[in-house]
C-alpha cells in the first residue's frame, strides 16, 4: 500500500487533489480511496486530505499517520501544523513554493530524508499562469508524478479531464505537464550535481 | 460499471436507479451531496417520472415522504443527526403507517456539543421506532444496501433506513460496481403499496386506534421484524443471484473459525478491524470479527450461532447508552449463550475521533489476556478528563464543560489523526 496525505488550506482545492489522484490510480487498474480530513472546512483554514492507493481492495478507514508522500500545498503551514508527523524515513516530499527548501528553512530537517525524493515546483504561479486562478493542486499532482514514478502524467491528465470541463480541464492539464517537466529537469539537475 | 466515485454519488445513482417517485430532503452534513445528486438528476430530467421537493424542514421532510407513500409513490429521503431528531415524530410515524419509504442516514454524531463527525448516536437514537435499520461497511454495500432496502420495504411494508457512516463513507472515494438498468429492474418490481390513498376507492390512514387494538397493531410490527429476519437472508442470497456479489444479510463473519475472542460492530469500522485482526492472526491470536449489516430487526439467532465458540466477546460501538454503557453491547450480550460478564464494551470513535489500529491492537490484546474493563472508552484522555473533575471540586461555578475542556487543550488544527 502507498499512502499520500496532502496538506494545504481551504479553497485551494486539497480534497479535489486526493480525489484525482485516487481517480488517476483507478485508471491504471489500482485500488484506491481518497477522503478529506472531515474538518468544518473554510477558506483558508488547514485542511488535509488522504489516498491510500494499493493492489487489493482497501479496508483500511483511520487517517493517514505514516505517509509515504506528502504533497504540501501551502509553505505557510510548515511552521503552523506537523506536516512531516510520521513520515516514513524514505518517503517523499513535494512543496509547492518558488522558494528553495533552505530558505524555507527545512534544509536541515529535511537532511535525514533521502534528498532524491523532495523536491519543490511552484504550482501556484504555474497554476495561475495556466488556470488564471490561485489553485494548485493539479500541478502538484504532475509534479507527484515525476517524483514519485507511481502514477503517470497521462492518468493524472485523464482523471483531471473525467472531474472538470474541457476549458478548465485543458488549463489543468497544461498547469500539471509543466508541474511535471519541473519537477523532472529539478530531479535529473540534483542527480548531476550529486554525480559531480 | 465499475467507477471511482464518492460514496454520496455512488448512493445517488443506486437510488436513482430503483425509480423513486418523490424525493425530499432537507440538507445537512453529511448527507448533502446525496440528495444535491439527485437533485441535479431530476432536474436533468434524467430520472423521470420523479419529483424533487425541497422543504423546509426534516420534519417535513418525512412528512412529505408519508405522504407521498400514502398515496402510492416510491418515495425516498435522506438525513443526519440533528436532522433525523428534528424528524423523530414523523419517523415513528412512516413505521406505524407501515409505509416502505427508504431513509439513508448519513451517520453523524448529536449535540451538544455540536459536532459534525461521524459516530452512530443518531441512528441507533432510533433503533426502537419500528424502522429496519441496515449498516453499511464501505460504499458498495451502501450502494447495495439502497437496492436492497427498496425491495424489503415494498414486500414487508415497512419502512428502511440505511445508515452509513457520515465522511468515512459519505465522502470517501472508491471504487464501486455501479449495477445496470436492468439487473436493478430484475431485483426491485415496480411498487404495488398494501395501502394506498386512491380517490376511486376511499380508505382512511392514521386513525386513532385506542386501547382495544394498539397492542396488536404494535405487535404486528414486531412480528413483521422477525418475520424479516428469514426473509432478509433469501433476498441477499437473490441479490448476489442478479449482481454476483454478497452484500447486505443479517450479518458478515470474518474469520471466525476457532476464534476464541470475537469482536463485534457496525459499519465502517468494520475494515479497520479486519486489517487489525489479520495482523493478529498472523502472530498466532485466534480472534475474529463479526459485523452486524442488519440492526433491526435484531438477528439474534445469527448472532448466537456466529458467538457459539466464543470465549470473550468486543462489542465495539459508535454509541453510548449514557448511564448504561453500550448500546449495541446490550443487544449482543441478550443473544450470547455465555455469561454477559464475558461481553466487553468497547465505546469508540464518538464525535469523528480517530479509530487507529495501533489503538484497537491495544484494546484487543487486553481482551485476549483478560484484563480489559467491562466498559472502556477508547483512546480516552484522562488527564483531559481529571483536569474538569478537579475544577468542579475546587469551584461551584466551574463554567461550561466543553469550552473549558477546548481551552485546557489549546490550537488542535494541527492534529492530523
Not at chain 2, 112 to 137: K, V, Y
Request: hydrophobic fraction near 45%; glycine fraction near 8%; charged fraction near 20%.
Amino acid at each position: 500500500m502507498f499512502q499520500v496525505r496532502i496538506h494545504g488550506r481551504g479553497g485551494q482545492g486539497v480534497v479535489t487533489a486526493a480525489e484525482l489522484l485516487s481517480v488517476a490510480a483507478f485508471r491504471e487498474g489500482r485500488h484506491a480511496q481518497a477522503f478529506p480530513s472531515f474538518g468544518s472546512e473554510r477558506t483558508g483554514a488547514p485542511v488535509v486530505a488522504f489516498c491510500r492507493i494499493d493492489d487489493r481492495p482497501i479496508r483500511l478507514r483511520e487517517p493517514i499517520l505514516a505517509p509515504d508522500a506528502l504533497i504540501i500545498q501551502d509553505p505557510t503551514l510548515l511552521h503552523q501544523v506537523d506536516v512531516f508527523a510520521g513520515l516514513v524515513p524514505d518517503g517523499y516530499v513535494l512543496v509547492n513554493t518558488t522558494r528553495s527548501l533552505e530558505e524555507l528553512g527545512l534544509g536541515e530537517f529535511l537532511a535525514h530524508f533521502n534528498p532524491a525524493r523532495i523536491c519543490t515546483v511552484p504550482a501556484t504561479e504555474l497554476a495561475l499562469k495556466h488556470v488564471g486562478r490561485p489553485v494548485p493542486n493539479a500541478a502538484l499532482l504532475g509534479g507527484f508524478a515525476a517524483i514519485s514514478g507511481r502514477i503517470s502524467l497521462e492518468s493524472v491528465n485523464a482523471a483531471i479531464r473525467e472531474k472538470f470541463g474541457t476549458k478548465i480541464a485543458e488549463a489543468n492539464v497544461a498547469a500539471a505537464t509543466e508541474a511535471c517537466d519541473h519537477v523532472m529537469k529539478e530531479m535529473r539537475e540534483a542527480a548531476s550535481a550529486q554525480a559531480d | 460499471m465499475l467507477k471511482q466515485t464518492e460514496g454520496s454519488a455512488a448512493v445517488a445513482e443506486a437510488v436513482a436507479l430503483c425509480r423513486p417517485e418523490v424525493i425530499c430532503a432537507y440538507p445537512i452534513s453529511p448527507q448533502t451531496h446525496i440528495v444535491e445528486a439527485l437533485g441535479r438528476m431530476v432536474a436533468a430530467g434524467q430520472l423521470a417520472p420523479c419529483e424533487f421537493i425541497n422543504v423546509e424542514s426534516e420534519f417535513a421532510a418525512m412528512s412529505v415522504a408519508i405522504g407521498a407513500s400514502a398515496a402510492g409513490a416510491r418515495a425516498y429521503t435522506a438525513t443526519a443527526s440533528q436532522g433525523l431528531l428534528f424528524m423523530a415524530e414523523a419517523v415513528y410515524n412512516a413505521a406505524g403507517l407501515g409505509l416502505p419509504i427508504v431513509m439513508t442516514v448519513a451517520n453523524r454524531a448529536i449535540g451538544a456539543p455540536i459536532n459534525i463527525w461521524n459516530d452512530h448516536t443518531d441512528a441507533l437514537s432510533q433503533r426502537d421506532c419500528g424502522w429496519l435499520q441496515l449498516f453499511a461497511e464501505d460504499n458498495q454495500e451502501a450502494l447495495d444496501l439502497h437496492i436492497q432496502a427498496f425491495r424489503l420495504a415494498e414486500e414487508l411494508s415497512l419502512p428502511v433506513m440505511v445508515c452509513m457512516d457520515g465522511f468515512i463513507l459519505t465522502h470517501a472515494y472508491e471504487r464501486v460496481d455501479l449495477p445496470t438498468q436492468a439487473q436493478v429492474d430484475a431485483y426491485l418490481p415496480p411498487y404495488e403499496p398494501r395501502q394506498v390513498l386512491d380517490p376511486a376507492d376511499p380508505v382512511s390512514i392514521g386513525a386513532m386506534v385506542g386501547p382495544e387494538a394498539f397492542m396488536e397493531v404494535r405487535y404486528l410490527a414486531h412480528a413483521k421484524q422477525r418475520q424479516a429476519l428469514e426473509l432478509i437472508p433469501a433476498w441477499a442470497d437473490e441479490f448476489r443471484s442478479i449482481f454476483g456479489r454478497d452484500s447486505g444479510g443479517l450479518t458478515h463473519t470474518y474469520r471466525l473459525e476457532d476464534a476464541e475472542t470475537v469482536v463485534v460492530a457496525l459499519g465502517s469500522v468494520l475494515g479497520t478491524i479486519k486489517d487489525t485482526v489479520d495482523e493478529m492472526r498472523e502472530r498466532g491470536t485466534r480472534i475474529g470479527v463479526l459485523g452486524i449489516t442488519c440492526f433491526r430487526p435484531w438477528p439474534t439467532e445469527a448472532v448466537r450461532n456466529a458467538l457459539a465458540g466464543a470465549r470473550r466477546v468486543v462489542v465495539l460501538e459508535k454509541s453510548l447508552a449514557v448511564g448504561l454503557g453500550g448500546i449495541v453491547s446490550n443487544n449482543v450480550a441478550a443473544s450470547y449463550s455465555g455469561s454477559s460478564d464475558l461481553v466487553h464494551t468497547v465505546i469508540a470513535g464518538l464525535g469523528g475521533r480517530a479509530i487507529t489500529r495501533k489503538s484497537l491492537h491495544k484494546v484487543f490484546s487486553e481482551a485476549v489476556a483478560g484484563t480489559l474493563e467491562a466498559v472502556t472508552f477508547l483512546d480516552l484522555d484522562h488527564a483531559v478528563v481529571e483536569r474538569v473533575l478537579a475544577r468542579e471540586r475546587e469551584q461551584r461555578r466551574s463554567g461550561p464543560i466543553a469550552e473549558n475542556i477546548l481551552r485546557d487543550l489549546g490550537v488542535v488544527a494541527a492534529k492530523i489523526g
